[in-house]
């Protein structure tokens, strides 16, 4: 029934390239929703083993190169699927106000919503490398069109690092295929691939993969992308296409390759350390409130990149977690900054911002960010903290000093955070007022008073504030279905 | 063998120069331009491909003149196909002077297609190697009026005739080598014995011949001009059907003919033999290919350097020899033909609409015709290779083809190059993409929107070839499989 999310999602796609734009953005969030109760569906389903990558749906696609349709699902793959409906519904509702080639601009999203379905559940190599691939050409017409801040850079940039991590991941997939003589995932699985191959293929892969979760230092791309991505677009980025990579790394190079894995874990280690420390320490000199997000969003994936350098049980689940945490917060911290600010100040400029007194004039944006950060800092309760504190007690086992620099970059991440905060929303400046006006007046000069919070907005806050703290108060609730999946997997051995 | 047999089991080449003359004659009598010539010549073409169906499964004339087997008929179907679809682009092509004989000159070059995939002798090939470059040379030229078509046709001519005169060379030092003109017999021949200098200096000149047909770099200097010059549909033709039927005859004489000295392109173990040569072509043409487009402002002549990359990375599946490696030549080939014609197809509609097919000229083409623009994403994403279009799968299969063959991942250089070409290919086919989906079109061209005159044939070709590379990208069973089924 799972695979449904994936059809469901094309079919909403095809549809809104054919029916008239009045029912553009409704036909978006029906497509959104369908698939998200899909999910749930299964989520609360018993009779589905989530601790082994269950075949779903297998069909012969081309027997001559032994490719299959093949999906699958385990507890991992579906958490994933979890978080991007959700982050699909909130990114919907966030883009109500789209007015420009609306049918165009929800074609692209639900593209990357979809592709991004197929690549959780994939179970064929092929397969899986075709959904992959699939969703950066969407991603790329949903910035270069849509975007503000210097899109078309921002866009090819985010499309040529992709591509280049799209070539090294094919070039590891056609050397395990080769070698493997299989694209079957749960076969390759139980393959022992010769050291010598697993010893330059892993790194090819990984790094092929990494890319896209914004491994430093090829991350440059998120934040100019973040940056230049309409909401909705850096939802998607920050709430789904990292994860992809991320997911792809577990799911494909870490666990086909482990000896590959082992040889190598110490330098993902080392580079995720790096990319948290740094990432925080240029967010809390950034004065665009969407770079300061941007660069978070490094930080906390390379907390998902240490958990999975830690290989222990506890740092691999902490970083699923961690996934699923951060996709929702990254995409409530974009929908503020970008939907309920940018489009009504016109200015993300933490200066300007400064003077316009937010807290005042939009209290619900204040709110939402208030919780945002705080979830981002990773204060308990909210799901920040329980995935990071999981990943932190993994990487204890393996690596404790990395453990004491992380702890360092946490405080950064609370400094950075709490800064935009303050000078976003709750500083009182009367020298940055006039800088207020003018960037009132010059962008938005009908506009005196800041228009309200509306409907559609409030309830995608709503759900993605929802779903941090329910995990944070109940991770249980994800984590048992994460940790028999991650205990099933062949590198912890 | 009397002389009925042979005209049966020749009947497809034989009602394709019926046709031709029919053709000749109807644009001689009808002074204006009529939709009858190119009706007839599409019927033709069908009832050719029919006749092709009714052929035996095996015959072989004449120590190998004339061939016929799963492959050739499969080839002689998919060169028929491309020439069916070219025609319709030829007859809403306005700059044409006389449509008649030029529909004649096509399916002229579609018979020296035929013969060429058909025969499994030098002898042969060189006759439908000569009959197709004569066409395509007359078709190159064809616009009287414009000077660029003049000029692509004396450049396509003089490489080509050059080119020629070397494969000719080749052949006779092949001949006098091993005393034969047949393929399979050359293969048996040369196995027998050592390889001597004289044969290899043969074979690297027959091969220079072929490379200039596929535009290999450095033999690929005709390309860009004749690509940019030549009247839309002769591009086009000159761009799908003529490199599909090379890629089949050259692979089918190194494969065949010059099996016994395949030597070895791998980084560890170089030998001396044509699969080096060949790997040196292909790796100076991705390079070159990729680099030299992403500089271009015309969409043809990007089209040109990107299929000099393109037949780089074919040459990859050849070099790596066999089975697998042949078959994902040909599916490669195959799909390329058919986007490309596709691609040249919306250039041809843009060219008559907005005067030019310079980069700017496609600017704003999402607002003016979705349509058209929505074909062009298709033709583009599949030629650089992103799911779930054709080109994903036949890189897929070309790569892996090429990773599998020789000792110990030898053909892993030739990949990563290719790999790597493909990545730099990326950024030039998403420009033109941007200007078409996010630029706005100039003064120049805004007058014209929306698209003003539409041509029912062509956009239905347009639709018909955009439709087919999302269903072989999605099903490349279908095609993969029939080519390795007709395989020996």
């Not at chain 1, 004039?361 to 903290?385: E, Q, W, Y």
């Amino acid at each position: 029934m799972i695979a449904w999310t994936i059809y469901i999602t094309f079919v909403g796609a095809i549809a809104l390239l054919v029916l008239p734009r009045a029912f553009a953005r409704w036909i978006a969030l029906v497509t959104a929703i369908a698939a998200f109760t899909i999910t749930l569906a299964t989520f609360f389903c018993d009779d589905v083993d989530l601790a082994h990558f269950t075949t779903v749906v297998r069909v012969p696609w081309v027997p001559a190169l032994g490719m299959n349709y093949h999906l699958a699902l385990d507890g991992i793959s579906l958490t994933l699927v979890l978080v991007t409906g959700i982050a699909a519904i909130s990114a919907v509702l966030f883009s109500w106000d789209v007015a420009e080639r609306q049918n165009e601009f929800f074609f692209w999203l639900l593209l990357v919503v979809g592709g991004s379905y197929g690549v959780f559940l994939s179970a064929d190599l092929f397969l899986l490398f075709l959904f992959y691939e699939l969703v950066i050409v969407p991603k790329y017409f949903l910035i270069a069109i849509f975007g503000s801040t210097n899109k078309e850079y921002g866009a090819m940039k985010l499309t040529l690092y992709s591509f280049f991590g799209g070539a090294l991941v094919f070039l590891g997939i056609i050397a395990i295929y080769v070698s493997g003589g299989s694209l079957d995932l749960n076969q390759l699985a139980r393959i022992q691939f010769a050291p010598q191959l697993q010893s330059w293929a892993f790194p090819v892969l990984f790094l092929g993969f990494a890319v896209l979760a914004g491994i430093w230092p090829l991350h440059t791309w998120a934040p100019t992308g973040h940056v230049a991505a309409p909401t909705a677009g850096s939802m998607l980025l920050a709430g789904i296409v990292m994860k992809l990579g991320a997911y792809a790394a577990l799911r494909v190079a870490m666990n086909l390759l482990p000896q590959g894995f082992q040889m190598w874990r110490s330098w993902i280690a080392v580079l995720a350390v790096v990319g948290i420390v740094y990432a925080a320490a240029v967010a809390l000199r950034q004065r665009d409130l969407k770079f300061v997000i941007g660069y978070s969003s490094v930080s906390h994936m390379g907390f998902v990149l240490l958990g999975f350098a830690t290989a222990n049980v506890f740092g691999v689940s902490g970083a699923v977690l961690q996934m699923f945490s951060h996709g929702v917060i990254g995409a409530l911290l974009f929908a503020v900054a970008g939907r309920m600010i940018y489009r009504r100040t016109h200015t993300r400029e933490l200066d300007a911002l400064a003077g316009m007194n937010l807290s005042r004039a939009l209290p619900f944006a204040a709110f939402t960010f208030v919780v945002a950060s705080a979830a981002s800092m990773g204060i308990p309760g909210f799901s920040g903290f329980a995935a990071e504190i999981t990943i932190l007690i993994g990487a204890w086992k393996s690596y404790p000093l990395a453990v004491w620099i992380t702890g360092a970059g946490m405080v950064l991440v609370a400094a950075f955070t709490l800064r935009a905060l303050k000078r976003a929303f709750f500083d009182v400046d009367l020298a940055a007022e006039g800088l207020a006006k003018e960037a009132l007046a010059t962008t938005n000069p009908r506009l005196t008073e800041l228009s309200p919070i509306t409907i559609p907005e409030k309830l995608g806050a709503g759900l993605l504030m929802f779903a941090t703290l329910a995990i944070g108060l109940y991770p249980k609730f994800l984590l048992d279905r994460i940790q028999p999946a991650v205990e099933a997997m062949r590198f912890l051995k | 063998m009397s002389y009925l047999e042979l005209l049966k089991l020749a009947a497809p080449e034989a009602i394709v120069v019926v046709t031709a003359l029919a053709v000749l004659t109807i644009g001689l009598a009808s002074t204006r331009a009529s939709m009858l010539g190119p009706i007839v010549a599409m019927l033709g073409i069908v009832i050719a491909i029919g006749a092709v169906l009714m052929l035996p499964q095996h015959a072989n004339l004449f120590g190998g003149m004339l061939v016929i087997s799963p492959l050739n008929a499969l080839f002689k179907i998919i060169c028929l196909v491309l020439a069916l679809v070219t025609v319709p682009l030829a007859s809403s092509e306005k700059s044409l002077p006389n449509p008649g004989e030029y529909i004649a000159v096509l399916l002229l070059g579609a018979v020296g297609l035929m013969l060429l995939v058909g025969s499994e002798e030098l002898l042969m090939i060189f006759i439908g190697l000569e009959l197709l470059g004569l066409s395509l040379y007359v078709m190159a030229a064809f616009d009287k009026s414009d000077v660029r078509s003049a000029e692509a046709g004396l450049k396509y001519f003089l490489f080509g005739s050059t080119a020629s005169a070397f494969t000719l060379f080749g052949i006779s030092f092949i001949y006098g080598m091993s005393g034969t003109t047949a393929l399979a017999a050359i293969g048996q021949k040369l196995a027998a014995g050592p390889v001597q200098p004289l044969l290899a200096v043969g074979i690297v000149m027959t091969l220079v011949g072929f490379a200039f047909k596929i535009a290999a770099a450095p033999f690929h200097l005709w390309a860009p001009d004749a690509y940019q010059g030549a009247p839309v549909p002769s591009a086009a033709f000159i761009a799908s059907a003529s490199k599909v039927a090379s890629f089949v005859v050259l692979g089918k004489i190194v494969l065949v003919g010059f099996a016994p000295v395949h030597g070895s392109a791998d980084w560890h173990a170089m030998v001396a033999g044509w699969s080096p040569v060949l790997a040196v072509l292909a790796a100076l043409s991705i390079l070159l290919g990729n680099f030299v487009a992403l500089a271009q402002t015309n969409v043809r002549r990007l089209l040109a350097y990107s299929a000099v990359a393109h037949g780089g990375y074919t040459l990859l599946g050849i070099i790596a020899g066999g089975r697998d490696g042949f078959s994902a030549t040909l599916f490669y080939t195959s799909i390329y033909a058919i986007t490309l014609v596709g691609a040249f197809a919306v250039v041809g509609v843009v060219r008559r609409e907005s005067g030019g097919d310079d980069l700017q000229n496609f600017a704003g083409l999402a607002a003016r015709s979705p349509f058209l623009a929505g074909s062009m994403s298709i033709f583009f994403l599949s030629l650089a290779g992103l799911p779930p279009l054709a080109g994903f799968f036949g890189k897929f299969y070309l790569f892996s083809a090429a990773f599998r063959a020789g000792g110990n991942h030898g053909l892993l250089w030739l990949v990563a190059i290719a790999l790597f070409g493909s990545f730099v290919s990326l950024y030039y086919y998403l420009i033109v993409l941007k200007i078409i989906f996010v630029d706005k079109s100039s003064d120049s061209v805004a007058g014209h929107s929306p698209l003003a005159t539409r041509h029912i044939f062509g956009e239905a070709v347009i639709a018909v070839l955009a439709a087919a590379v999302l269903f072989l990208g999605i099903m490349p069973q279908t095609l993969a499989a029939r080519i390795l089924a007709s395989l020996p």
